[in-house]
């Protein structure tokens, strides 16, 4: 940006922001903006406002709101049309930098277009329904591959939560895309007890009253009656609610005062309708409570970190778990009876709710200021197209990354692969994973912990006792905890069998999140979450075995960045949750096509040694397998479609070294092919559940399950016999490889296990 005054040294920027609706009083983004304009104005970027709808009724066209410039386009033509959006901006574009959509306003995209065709950025921010996904999810079906294309005269999208980031990545490339929290203004007084007795008798609260806060209207989609219903459920009636928020809806408003006469809560509910100053409430209450259906980033969850309360709120995907570290500021339910929980641990434990305030607090600090966030914005208006325009620290807690990241490939985990010296002999590990079995064409929530399908491990384990190995066992929360499994897992590790944790985040507490293909793959989760779950179950197979364990696999492959920093931080050394070759990313997975099976170190120490499932592709066109792969990735790849069409003609297709679903002589031809290409570790991988019939599409029948362990038997001998290879341990991988790792360093061979 060269033209405008300068000031503190650099170019002033102009920015028109255009809404649909616009209500400065009382619209969520009006009042937001309109506070946000002028901080984002004091670092040499001006804004003014075009309003596409609302009609303020009376005075001129032009208006200003807290030093805010306003224009009203019907006001100036008089109705409401995208040609009239178009003329205003013929005649002003000129004044503007770049435009910033916080609506769509044009379905056309005509204006959009012209203000390109002017050499002016457009943005379009993303708050609630309106993610490039859901924008084009509103034009007819035959139109949506015109839509998409006219899509790209949209610079980049400005999401405001991680949800929205997600359905974003869905649509666009996450170059276009740019991440910003809501933010607020949190100078707010330090708590003053007496202060705060007079406000909570003032209000009709008693000194050893629990306050509970909801901050919006009353309507279906804030779910009031949610909350309503839970209270029901604490006999208490110290505990009571209060809603400070407008009645949007009588129907439900109404609804909701029944609900409390017929659950006997009068005087325990205070519906205290709309306020201009909530302060006051704030001040009073002991916790902040949320039981919204859909949300973008709501204010008020920053109003009660600004004013140090611990939030309970229903579980909202990829928002609450991203701001709320369950049991450190604030609860996350799924259900009324996590609400009651949560609520009874602040009523019963002394000083958590001000322990966990303070969290709170803190949180909003680092990431919340609405002067972090105005700088934010400053910095994408001054520079629209940079790859990466926020700042590294901009929002220290607050940087979303999913499993989908890396379709990328290693470097969106850090991963460094390496190879092995050619003279090594084949190394085989065999890695299971230990797990309740569950209905796996039906998805995750059909997994009731069923762990009896354990005793076909250890009946049938002799598979390998025989050939001279012992598996490695990735063991679930239900397997680890349930006695029956339990005692043949003990049994095993006395034997020799290295045992370490299975991430299924469905069965793993705090069970908080839908159970649905998203929430399946840890990576996914924030990352509070995916570490409060992993802590727990690191716990439980401490508890069975009496030793730490340090051997990792996510459930579905499912890891992220996130996941990695955390098994570095909780001090793991090897992980075994790569799937080369395989793309999960339709179900919300990873997608690892541009991962090798070679073995590799992670974490920011390069202490962390990856050990991926063996998996590659095979068929007539396997050796052009990256040439391929790259086309298939590309644009007219998924238009055709490459990858699904070689498959069909078994020319290139995906298979894993598993006796599930691969015949002996697929895996025989993906070894041979990787040990031509220099590969030495392999790892041959399967379910627990299918060792025992009836449990998973591999092995219905025992005559089924006869068949997969000759094939297994058959696959160790050509291994050995035929390869001259070697059967080893992770653990044992790991001395090997790091003494490989280690300069002037002898490597010895491992330790065998036969």
């Not at 974490?603 to 068929?619: E, F, K, M, V, Y």
Request: glycine share 8%; with cysteine.
């Amino acid at each position: 940006m060269t033209d405008g005054a300068a000031h503190g040294g650099r170019e002033r920027v102009r920015v028109l922001h255009i809404y649909r609706r616009f209500h400065p009083d009382y619209t969520g983004d009006g009042i937001y903006f309109t506070r946000l304009i002028p901080l984002i104005a004091t670092r040499a970027v001006d804004g003014e406002v075009l309003v596409h709808e609302t009609d303020p009724g009376e005075g001129p066209a032009t208006l200003q709101h807290r030093s805010v410039t306003v224009h009203y386009l019907p006001r100036i033509y008089g109705r409401v049309s995208a040609l009239n959006l178009a003329r205003w901006l013929i005649r002003n574009i000129w004044r503007f930098h770049l435009i910033h959509l916080h609506s769509h306003v044009d379905r056309t995209f005509l204006t959009y277009a012209l203000a390109r065709a002017c050499g002016r950025h457009v943005l379009f921010s993303c708050t609630l329904d309106d993610s490039p996904s859901q924008l084009l999810e509103q034009y007819r079906p035959r139109y949506r591959r015109v839509v998409r294309a006219l899509m790209r005269t949209i610079d980049r999208f400005v999401v405001i939560s991680p949800q929205l980031l997600r359905r974003s990545l869905e649509t666009v490339p996450r170059p276009r895309t740019w991440f910003v929290p809501q933010g607020g203004v949190l100078e707010v007084a330090a708590p003053d007890p007496e202060a705060r007795a007079r406000l909570r008798a003032a209000l009709g609260f008693g000194p050893d009253d629990v306050v509970l806060l909801n901050v919006g209207s009353l309507s279906r989609r804030k779910n009031i009656a949610w909350l309503v219903d839970a209270l029901a459920l604490i006999p208490d009636p110290s505990v009571r609610l209060v809603v400070v928020g407008p009645a949007l809806e009588p129907d439900y408003t109404a609804e909701i005062e029944q609900a409390i006469r017929t659950r006997g809560l009068d005087g325990r509910v205070v519906l205290a309708g709309f306020q201009d100053r909530t302060d006051a409430f704030y001040a009073a209450a002991d916790a902040f409570v949320f039981a919204s259906t859909a949300e973008g980033f709501p204010n008020v969850y920053v109003e009660a970190m600004a004013h140090r309360l611990p939030i309970i709120t229903r579980f909202l995907p990829g928002l609450t778990d991203f701001i709320i570290e369950h049991g450190g500021n604030g609860f996350l339910a799924r259900e009324p009876r996590q609400f009651v929980e949560a609520v009874l641990a602040l009523r019963d434990t002394p000083g958590l709710a001000r322990r966990m305030g303070a969290a709170s607090r803190r949180f909003a600090e680092r990431n919340l200021d609405l002067g972090q966030v105005a700088a934010a914005y400053a910095a994408l208006y001054r520079d629209p197209t940079a790859m990466t325009p926020e700042a590294p620290d901009a929002f220290p807690d607050l940087k979303p990354r999913f499993a989908r990241d890396l379709a990328a490939g290693p470097a969106a985990i850090g991963l460094q692969e390496f190879d092995t010296p050619e003279d090594w002999p084949p190394l085989l590990q065999v890695v299971i994973d230990t797990e309740a079995a569950f209905e796996w064409d039906k998805g995750t929530y059909t997994d009731t912990g069923k762990v009896a399908p354990t005793r076909g491990l250890q009946v049938n384990l002799d598979v390998f006792r025989r050939r001279g190995i012992l598996p490695c066992l990735v063991v679930d929360t239900p397997v680890a905890t349930q006695e029956e499994s339990a005692g043949i897992i003990r049994g095993l590790a006395a034997e020799g069998c290295e045992i370490g944790v299975h991430l299924h985040p469905w069965s793993a507490p705090p069970m908080v999140e839908p159970k649905d293909d998203w929430h399946s793959f840890s990576g996914n989760l924030g990352p509070w979450l995916e570490r409060t779950k992993l802590e727990a179950l690191t716990r439980q197979v401490t508890d069975l075995l009496g030793e730490r364990p340090r051997i990792f696999k996510a459930g579905r492959y499912g890891l992220s960045a996130d996941t990695v920093a955390t098994l570095e931080a909780l001090g793991f050394e090897i992980d075994l949750s790569i799937c080369p070759f395989y793309d999960y990313a339709p179900m919300g997975g990873p997608d690892f096509s541009r991962f090798t099976a070679r073995p590799g170190w992670l974490g920011a120490n390069r202490r962390i040694l990856s050990l991926p499932t063996t998996a590659g592709p095979i068929g007539w066109l396997a050796g052009r397998a990256e040439r391929l792969s790259a086309l298939a990735r590309s644009p007219l790849g998924r238009l055709l479609p490459i990858s699904r069409l070689a498959a069909r003609a078994n020319a290139l297709y995906p298979v894993r070294l598993s006796p599930e679903g691969s015949s002996f002589a697929q895996m025989r031809e993906l070894t041979e092919r990787l040990l031509a290409r220099g590969l030495r570790v392999f790892t041959l991988t399967l379910h627990s559940p299918t060792l025992m019939p009836g449990n998973t599409p591999y092995t219905r029948t025992e005559a089924e399950l006869a068949a997969l362990l000759r094939t297994i038997d058959r696959y160790l001998r050509f291994f050995r016999d035929e390869l001259g290879g070697r059967f080893t341990t992770p653990s044992d991988l790991r001395a090997r490889l790091s003494a490989l790792a280690a300069p002037g360093a002898a490597a010895p061979l491992p330790v065998a296990v036969e």
